[in-house]
Nanobody, 126 residues
Framework: QVQLTEFGGGLVQAGGSLRLSCVAS????????MGWFRQATGKVREFVAA????????YYADSVKGRFTISRDNAKNTVSLQMDSLKPEDMAVYYC???????????????????WGQGTQVTVSS
């Protein structure tokens, strides 16, 4: 079993940037497809970005495409989410997630992921 811990959330002004990190323990991350999701208050958890085990292929929600970048460093057991040009609507709790079967074609689905972090709050002020 892999344990995931997110870091890097905080308060930022609209237009600013934040970098989230997800550190894994218990297992090597290189065997897992990874994803980032977010959940705003009163809303369902939604897909943000995903990356294959090798890091060669990435996927993004339309709402963050061109502004967010997912990456991974398997040697450091870390997955990151660089968030630029943040908007108030990006405010949410951000979760990283690991999929034992790789991200596959269902990379946007919550049920595709087996392990989740506890989340980190991102607040964007207008």
């Amino acid at each position: 079993q892999v344990q995931l811990t997110e870091f890097g959330g905080g308060l930022v002004q609209a237009g600013g940037s934040l970098r989230l990190s997800c550190v894994a323990s218990g297992r090597t991350l290189s065997n897992y497809g990874m994803g980032w999701f977010r959940q705003a208050t009163g809303k369902v958890r939604e897909f943000v970005a995903a990356i294959t085990t090798s890091g060669e292929i990435t996927y993004y929600a339309d709402s963050v495409k061109g502004r967010f970048t997912i990456s991974r460093d398997n040697a450091k057991n870390t997955v990151s989410l660089q968030m630029d040009s943040l908007k108030p609507e990006d405010m949410a709790v951000y979760y990283c997630a690991a999929s034992e079967g790789g991200v596959g074609i269902y990379y946007t689905r919550i049920t595709n992921y087996d392990f989740w972090g506890q989340g980190t709050q991102v607040t964007v002020s207008s």
